[in-house]
């Protein structure tokens, strides 16, 4: 098993510019997570999907958006980027359903200029 | 919302030494603690969690301890190795199906040869 997969590893863009983050992943797993990692910071909650189908908005959810495609994949979506969106991104699933523990991906270093 | 404040943000031990990192939150409502280790450049991953109905877990190197009325946990790192550096994470589950969890800030951990 994979886990959890994030594509891309690396992304520069340009003020204005828009993006997608994709995720997935291959455990079966019916929540899945977007956090956002800045120094100091710890990891804050952006967007969450309990389960298909559905979305709710997390502590950060300003200038994104998601889509859950399916059971495996979440998708974040930067409409016009801005250089306060400079960050690390991480994707995380867990199994929901009293189990806890949240599984995460390699992340997406992300730089806007 | 919840809040988790984690303390210290900094600490460096010597090799053999015994590590305590303290963190506090605010909704009594919440049930789970979980705490994770940051390698340089890695995704986060769990390394030891606890429940509401339970003071103390062990494993290991690693035991979590909690206390429900003063609304604090600590993880302590017992006989200390180079390995062990990393930034360690604390959170705090929000009750709900998704199990949301609000992260403190992180500490740096560095053990010393």
């Known amino acids: 098993n994979a886990g959890v997969t994030q594509t891309p590893k690396f992304q520069v863009l340009k003020t204005g510019q828009s993006m997608t983050l994709q995720c997935a992943q291959d455990m079966n797993h019916n929540s899945m997570y977007w956090y956002r990692q800045d120094p100091g910071m710890g990891l804050r909650l952006i967007y969450y999907s309990a389960s298909e189908g559905t979305t709710d908005k997390g502590e950060v959810p300003n200038g994104y958006n998601v889509s859950r495609l399916n059971k495996r994949e979440f998708s974040l979506r930067l409409e016009s980027a801005a250089p306060s969106q400079t960050s690390v991104y991480f994707c995380a699933s867990s199994l929901g359903q009293g189990s806890n523990e949240q599984f995460f991906g390699p992340g997406t270093r992300l730089t806007v200029l | 919302g919840e809040n988790v404040e984690q303390h210290p943000s900094t600490l460096s031990v010597q090799e053999g030494d015994s590590a305590v990192i303290k963190c506090t939150y605010s909704?009594?409502?919440?049930?789970?603690f979980p705490w994770y280790k940051q390698e340089l450049g890695k995704r986060p991953q769990l390394i030891i969690d606890i429940r509401s109905n339970v003071g103390e877990k062990k494993d290991q190197r690693i035991a979590v301890t909690l206390n429900k009325t003063a609304k604090h946990f600590s993880l302590h790192i017992t006989e200390t190795q180079p390995e062990d550096s990393a930034v360690y994470f604390c959170?705090?589950?929000?009750?709900?199906?998704?199990?949301?969890?609000?992260f403190g800030s992180g500490t740096q951990l560095t053990v010393l040869p």
């Open positions: 959170a705090a589950s929000v009750t709900g199906s998704a199990r949301q969890l609000t």
């Open positions: 909704d009594s409502a919440s049930n789970y």
